[in-house]
């Protein structure tokens, strides 16, 4: 099997399913390590992606839109030798992996299921506020969400270098519309913290209108970034488990 470099396999035993993860705006495929190691303690061979600007991939040309980024991840791997998929996407994360499941789909890849984590459906984004760009903004955004290290954000040459990846996502964010018709086959499950103050509830539900197969909406204590306290749990259930 062929895939680049940055795209991280955590191996579980040859199971017969595999689990893509594609980490939040501004995320590095480092922050999703936990995670992807309790899927592969789950029997799961665990993938995550690497999005330009960043760690491995900062000086990869960031792509203009969503979906140029999910066909870049789509074609850095031989996905149709480690199927059938299952997708994993945090905050911005989940709409990547919609558009890479569209892809994989056209392909003949078979996608089982989509876990939409803390991210808005779809249809949802095009009639939202903008996210911020300048950098003011964007540390402030931050600061907000949690998620960073606060200790970090005095590091002058860590946050130039967070910005310019953050900024990138948030761009090609802004610029994505996606019309409620458009579906999917994969399963559909969304899954958010109960104390979330960026994502409705209302938005994790619109992602019903994106599947034609199963949907589910399952709640954890937490914020933003409830998976961190919730990583055994969450692992157990993308897994099957």
Not at 52 to 77: F, K
Request: glycine residues 10%.
């Amino acid at each position: 099997m062929t895939f680049q470099p940055w795209i991280k396999r955590f191996p579980g035993g040859g199971a017969e399913a595999s689990v893509v993860v594609f980490p939040h705006a501004g995320g590095a495929a480092a922050a999703y390590r936990s995670f992807a190691t309790a899927l592969s303690a789950n029997g799961v061979d665990a993938y995550i992606v690497q999005y330009p600007q960043r760690a491995d991939r900062l000086t990869h040309p960031a792509p203009a839109t969503i979906e140029e980024l999910a066909a870049e991840l789509y074609e850095a791997g031989q996905w149709d030798r480690v199927g059938p998929l299952r997708l994993f996407g945090h905050c911005m994360g989940a709409v990547v992996a919609f558009e890479f499941a569209r892809i994989a789909e056209r392909h003949g890849v078979e996608v089982g299921e989509l876990w939409a984590s803390a991210g808005q459906a779809p249809s949802t984004i095009a009639g939202s506020s903008p996210l911020p760009t300048t950098d003011r903004e964007l540390v402030a955004d931050m600061m907000d969400l949690g998620g960073t290290d606060p200790r970090l954000l005095d590091d002058e040459d860590f946050v130039e270098l967070l910005l310019m990846a953050v900024r990138a996502d948030y761009e090609a964010f802004n610029r994505y519309s996606c019309e409620p018709g458009v579906r999917i086959r994969a399963d559909i499950h969304a899954v958010g913290g109960r104390d979330d103050h960026r994502i409705e509830r209302e938005w994790l539900q619109r992602w019903d209108s994106h599947t034609d197969g199963t949907f589910t909406l399952s709640l954890f204590d937490g914020g933003h970034f409830y998976l961190n306290d919730h990583t055994d749990s969450v692992a157990k259930m993308v897994s099957g488990q």
